[in-house]
């Protein structure tokens, strides 16, 4: 089918639609969540904690959470653990996290069968040097975000992270591939500045989690290669 990309070895589609494309076909699979599925787990694999993504808020995720031992993090804002970076800074090696998210969480289990990373702007040198290992039939998914009437909205941010992956590897690039490694060329000089401009980043910092804009707008400052095994993502860096 011709959206799969499949005469090329780097792929990037979006959301959920993307993963179903592109999963079967591809020997790696690599979620992008800048703000802020992706950088959470990254900070949290980094210092030794197991991340369980699980795809929304609900009654059953306590349930989930009390069967295989671990903490929920909560929404923003709560003392403890959430879906914000910030939150994570002081996560224990060995935590056991359940981490609640409507994009990345929900495209890291719609992966099935395929090995699947997850990458954001801080890890993005390490991630895709570890997906090369794989093979070289290279899936990128930019998850976006979503309206309020659940279609998807394609973010700056993880159109920008996608590219920041792909200009660290190696193959043939699908049309869609390298106009995201343009569009992250052309702005990484300043790109900070532009998350902080940018509609994601603009809504966030008006919640008051700058912090977490911050956070996630650093380019290749992490190890960590956040893997999926056994549906919880761990640090294969480590």
Not at 76 to 98: A, D, F, H, I, Q
Not at 116 to 136: D, Q, S
Not at 171 to 188: C, I, K, Q
Request: charged share 20%; glycine share 6%; hydrophobic share 40%.
């Amino acid at each position: 089918m011709s959206f799969e990309q499949s005469e090329f070895e780097v792929r990037c589609e979006w959301g959920e639609k993307g993963v179903l494309h592109l999963a079967p076909i591809s020997d790696v699979i690599i979620i992008i969540d800048v703000l802020s599925f992706s950088t959470c787990v990254d900070i949290a694999n980094s210092r030794g904690a197991i991340v369980f993504p699980y795809q929304w808020q609900d009654e059953a995720v306590k349930a989930f959470a009390q069967s295989i031992n671990a903490e929920i993090a909560e929404k923003r804002g709560s003392v403890r653990y959430s879906l914000s970076p910030t939150s994570l800074l002081s996560v224990g090696e060995g935590t056991r996290l359940v981490l609640p998210s409507p994009n990345g969480s929900s495209l890291s289990l719609a992966t099935a069968v395929t090995p699947t990373l997850t990458a954001c702007l801080r890890n993005c040198r390490a991630v895709a040097l570890a997906a090369l290992n794989y093979g070289r039939r290279i899936a990128i998914i930019p998850a976006g975000e979503k309206w309020s009437d659940g279609s998807l909205r394609p973010s700056f941010e993880d159109f920008i992270g996608a590219g920041a992956v792909i200009s660290h590897l190696k193959g043939n690039l699908s049309p869609e591939a390298r106009s995201a490694v343009a569009a992250y060329l052309d702005v990484h000089q300043s790109l900070e500045h532009l998350i902080e401009q940018c509609g994601s980043g603009q809504e966030l910092i008006e919640r008051g989690f700058e912090q977490d804009v911050d956070l996630a707008s650093k380019i290749d400052v992490s190890d960590c290669v956040p893997t999926l095994v056994d549906r919880a993502y761990v640090n294969h860096a480590r």
